[in-house]
């Protein structure tokens, strides 16, 4: 099984950019779509990012995602950052039959 | 909508069983793959098991293989986890949580959850 690799924490100042990464240990980040998760205080995850970059209904277009093959990573970026977004972020992956999160990101908007 | 309620959460002792269930409603049950996904306090999110549309894959994360089942009835929109031999590292809230598709791996939609507490 490979591991998925984020920063415990970033901070960042409202209406800045922040960008969280998610670094794959083993295996391609390109041979499996990447998700990201947003869990704020007290509540249940929701989806920000699905395979790879694309949104739900519903996020706004602040909440961006990509891959970079070269360091074997995926990145959420939030732009104009608003203190709402303040939160843990995951990412997840997976292979045939097995579902893998990152440990999380604390984002902290102040 | 998408709604994904959980139930059957509670304290239970170490080395007893637990059935969580979890109804969906405003999808087609039927076609999409359902998971659980686990977060003991104050931890991150750890994946558990998933369940391909018709029931024919089932696959579990090491942690709980031989313990968990997951199991689905779909005339009743209904997905389930029975929990044997239960250990104070299962404490946890306990999600269901609807697949992108019928088996794509990809949690798309989350229920809130449910707590089960493993103590003495």
């Known amino acids: 099984n490979f591991m998925l690799t984020q920063p415990h924490s970033v901070s960042e100042s409202p209406g800045k950019t922040v960008t969280i990464s998610c670094t794959r240990s083993?295996?391609?980040?390109?041979?499996?779509?990447v998700q990201w998760y947003q869990q704020r205080p007290g509540s249940a995850p929701t989806t920000v990012i699905y395979e790879d970059n694309q949104r739900p209904s519903g996020v706004p277009d602040r909440f961006s995602g990509s891959i970079d093959s070269s360091s074997n990573s995926a990145s959420l970026t939030i732009s104009g950052l608003k203190t709402e977004d303040e939160a843990d972020y995951y990412c997840q992956s997976y292979d045939s039959s097995n579902v893998v999160f990152g440990g999380g990101t604390k984002l902290t908007v102040l | 909508q998408v709604q994904l309620v959980e139930s059957g959460g509670g304290v239970v002792q170490p080395g007893r069983s637990l059935r969580l269930s979890c109804a969906a409603s405003?999808?087609?049950?039927?076609?999409?793959?359902m998971h659980w996904v686990r977060q003991a306090p104050g931890k991150g999110l750890e994946w558990v098991a998933v369940i391909w549309y018709d029931g024919s894959n089932k696959y579990y994360a090491d942690s709980v293989k031989g313990r968990f089942t997951i199991s689905r009835d779909n005339s009743k929109n209904t997905l389930y986890l029975q929990m044997n031999s239960l250990r104070a590292e299962d404490t946890a809230v306990y999600y269901c949580?609807?697949?992108?598709?019928?088996?794509?791996?990809?949690?798309?939609?989350w229920g809130q959850g449910t707590l089960v507490t493993v103590s003495s």
């Open positions: 949580a609807r697949d992108l598709g019928m088996g794509t791996m990809i949690v798309l939609h």
């Open positions: 405003g999808f087609t049950f039927s076609s999409y793959g």
């Open positions: 083993s295996g391609s980040i390109a041979s499996n779509y």
